[in-house]
């Protein structure tokens, strides 16, 4: 008997249950409605491998929520946690330009120490390991697995598209002001029904790709095809702050939050569907022609060219409160 349809249901009921235990906390960016709206509409907009993606888009979407619901919590919390952001104002300011030397995590720690670094996001390379780790997968033929990492790893661009998790002042101007970072990606968003939502930010993803000015500004490569999407995102934060101190977070302050939100959100779906495009590609364009049924995959450990090793934990108190991230 064919298990996997069971296995879909049971990650399905497991991933629903650490997401309503788990909802009250301030640790989703884009939440799980947002999450699994953007890599599931990013399947449906690949710019390659159109018909694989389209028929992995309900399990991309499951997927994508696994790096909050599940590894989050119990032995892997504490080294997980900084994989979900990058302080981008931490290395540079606008206009926004990380040194080349930020393509290689070795080449950072050498210049900044891997403490500063830690504390300050990794989301930057988490999503090139786990390209890497799915296109490996994908080229030797073992798609479930393959799948599974593009799942998760849609997770973090998705991340690199909310602006609050881009920077130091992530959850109100200097902490003066708290709780824009849950309203901004999660409470406002979830005013609108899910399949306006999804309608919405589709829209406006394939108009984004339908732009030969924003296909240009994706890069060439993972690394600055990331790097640029944070950098967009970057350039949203002051307003976000600026429309929070002068309006508020109802009424007129609401809707322009959420205008933004959308933004955002359509923004990080035309990315990760030019980024699983790429994927679909440099693995090999893999040969199916039918949706898969995975697990929820173990926690893989953050892992850059060997430089995250035993002294890789929990960032200091003084960030504690980046459980909104």
């Given at each position: ?13 497991l991933?629903?249950?650490?997401t309503?235990?788990?909802?009250s906390k ?20 690949a ?8 028929k ?7 997927l ?9 919590s ?21 206009p926004?330009q ?10 950072t ?5 891997e ?25 030797v ?9 593009a ?20 959850d ?21 029904d ?7 930010v589709?829209?406006?993803?394939q ?16 690394p ?7 950098m967009r995102s970057?350039d949203s934060?002051?307003t976000?702050?600026?429309?929070d101190?002068?309006l ?5 302050g ?5 205008e ?12 990760l ?5 790429r994927l ?27 430089f ?13 409160g980046?459980?909104?991230?």
């Open positions: 008997m064919d298990q996997a349809p069971a296995r879909r249901v049971a990650v399905s009921t991933v629903f249950l650490f309503h235990l788990l909802g301030e640790g989703w960016a884009w939440g799980r409605l947002g999450h699994e709206i953007i890599a599931e509409v990013a399947s449906e907009i710019t390659d491998g159109s018909d694989f993606w389209l992995q888009s309900s399990e991309l979407g499951t994508a929520t696994v790096p909050d619901s599940l590894w989050k119990g032995p892997s919390a504490g080294r997980e946690g900084s994989t979900h952001w990058f302080h981008l104002d931490a290395y540079t300011s606008p926004w990380l040194p080349d030397s930020f393509r290689s995590y070795a080449a720690v050498r210049s900044y120490g403490r500063t670094v830690i504390d300050n996001g990794t989301a930057l390379w988490r999503v090139d390991q786990l390209f890497e780790l799915s296109q490996e997968a994908f080229q033929g073992d798609y479930e697995r393959g799948l599974q990492m799942g998760v790893m849609a997770h973090y661009v998705a991340d690199l598209g909310q602006p609050l998790h881009v920077t130091e002042d992530y109100g101007r200097n902490g003066s002001k708290t709780g824009i970072h849950s309203f901004f990606e999660s409470s406002n968003v979830q005013t609108m899910r399949s306006r939502l999804k309608s919405d589709q829209t406006r993803a108009a984004l790709l339908a732009d030969p000015t924003y296909r240009n500004s994706l890069g060439n490569d993972i600055s095809t990331i790097t640029r999407l944070m970057a934060v002051e976000i702050l600026d429309l101190e002068s508020g977070r109802s009424g007129q609401a809707r322009a939050q959420l933004l939100a959308l933004e955002r959100m359509a923004d990080s779906t035309a990315t569907a030019w980024v699983i495009g679909w590609v440099e693995g090999g364009r893999p040969p199916i022609d039918r949706s898969l049924d995975v697990s929820a995959p173990a926690w893989v450990a953050p892992s850059y060219i060997g995250l090793e035993s002294s890789f934990e929990e960032p200091p108190h003084r960030h504690s980046h459980d909104c991230h």
